[in-house]
């Protein structure tokens, strides 16, 4: 089946400390991947994605993600985070089914970041 | 560039009854996307759109749940009869093409 795994359902870092959230895939094809961050009483907001060519790619607010073909990875990073990054973080990917028809977009469970002072 | 718009906020009704939700996407986003969101887990897709067509509404509870996309713009969720089960943050995103969906702030639906 395809999914989208996200192995840690809380990541804790202090602030300044470099952060990394885990995500990685099982689908068909070459999917499209993304990280969206999603605050309280908020909807997702888009991060980053990567389609195609470096496999390091930067987003907002100083993510960065890097995606691994072998090991059907996309693992969100950030250099030095800050309290402010205390947020909920998922990935999503989207992708051609096998069975054919519409391209789809989905989730992981999400990770909760807790970046302490 | 206007995001995409939802409303209500908020809606808290009792169960058995009906409740419907508007969204209206970005500007020019062929594709529409009704998410639901249950507390602690991600958005699952109920339904998808191009233009005024559906794409993909194989988790939609269809016995109870409904949707349309008039004109191929703005869009109406609907739950009739609503259970306790259905109380969840309700996602509208839209796209263009294959790139990054734009998410509205949700609907947050209370069954009891």
């Known amino acids: 089946a395809q999914s989208v795994a996200q192995p840690e359902d809380q990541v804790n870092v202090a602030e300044g400390n470099p952060l990394t959230v885990k995500c990685t895939y099982s689908?068909?094809?070459?999917?499209?991947l993304f990280w969206y961050v999603q605050y309280p009483n908020r909807g997702l907001q888009f991060l980053l994605k990567?389609?195609?060519?470096?496999?390091l790619v930067k987003g907002s607010y100083g993510f960065e993600a890097e995606f691994n073909k072998s090991q059907t990875s996309f693992h969100l990073k950030k250099p030095s985070a800050l309290v402010s990054d205390s947020a909920l973080y998922f990935c999503a990917v989207r992708f051609l089914p096998k069975t054919g028809g519409y391209n789809k977009l989905i989730f992981g469970a999400g990770t909760r970041l807790a970046v302490h002072p | 560039e206007a995001g995409v718009a939802q409303s209500p906020r908020y809606k808290i009704i009792e169960k058995r009854q009906s409740v419907a939700f508007w969204c209206n996407p970005i500007?020019?986003?062929?594709?529409l996307y009704w998410y639901q969101q249950i507390l602690g887990q991600g958005p699952k897709l109920l339904i998808q759109f191009q233009n005024n067509g559906v794409v993909d509404d194989s988790q939609l509870p269809k016995d109870r749940f409904s949707a349309e996309r008039l004109k191929g713009v703005d869009s109406t969720l609907k739950i009739q009869p609503a259970k306790l089960e259905d109380s969840a943050v309700y996602l509208c995103a839209s796209s263009l093409g294959r790139r990054e969906a734009f998410f509205g702030q949700g609907t947050r639906l209370t069954v009891v």
């Open positions: 990567y389609i195609t060519g470096d496999n």
């Open positions: 500007s020019g986003h062929a594709t």
């Open positions: 689908v068909s094809g070459n999917p499209y």
